[in-house]
């Protein structure tokens, strides 16, 4: 059986970056996605959480409205409230990249720590 997703759209918010009861950095957020057929839009909006420096990454990086793709699996989280049983489908984050243009209008570049890769120069 296979479980992975790629997802490319935009952050609808701000990621919430936190701690966990063990210290640990999780980071949820919501990323949007929509096409357009003549009268008719599609949307689709997806809950998504990442963890440990994966989440430092998002929540450092990507604001609301900036493009992104991220990658994982899909889960489901399940708890009760006021005797009701609720349930939601999240996105675990394994994967984020940048796409779209930055601020100045041209393409994303590598942020601190990370190298920007000339693609003339691949060896394949």
Not at 62 to 90: A, F, M, P, Y
Not at 99 to 114: D, F, L
Request: contains cysteine.
């Amino acid at each position: 059986m296979v479980n992975h997703l790629i997802f490319h759209g935009r952050l609808i918010a701000d990621p919430e970056l936190r701690d966990t009861n063990s210290g640990s950095k999780v980071t949820n957020f919501r990323v949007a996605w929509s096409e357009k057929y003549k009268e008719r839009e599609n949307k689709c909006f997806l809950e998504c959480k990442a963890f440990g420096a994966q989440a430092e990454f998002i929540g450092k990086y990507w604001k609301k409205g900036k493009e992104i793709i991220v990658s994982g699996k899909l889960n489901t989280e399940e708890w009760e409230t006021d005797g009701q049983k609720r349930s939601k489908i999240v996105l675990i984050v394994n994967e984020a990249h940048f796409c779209g243009k930055n601020e100045n209008g041209g393409t994303p570049a590598a942020p601190s720590g990370y190298t920007q890769v000339d693609n003339d120069n691949l060896p394949f």
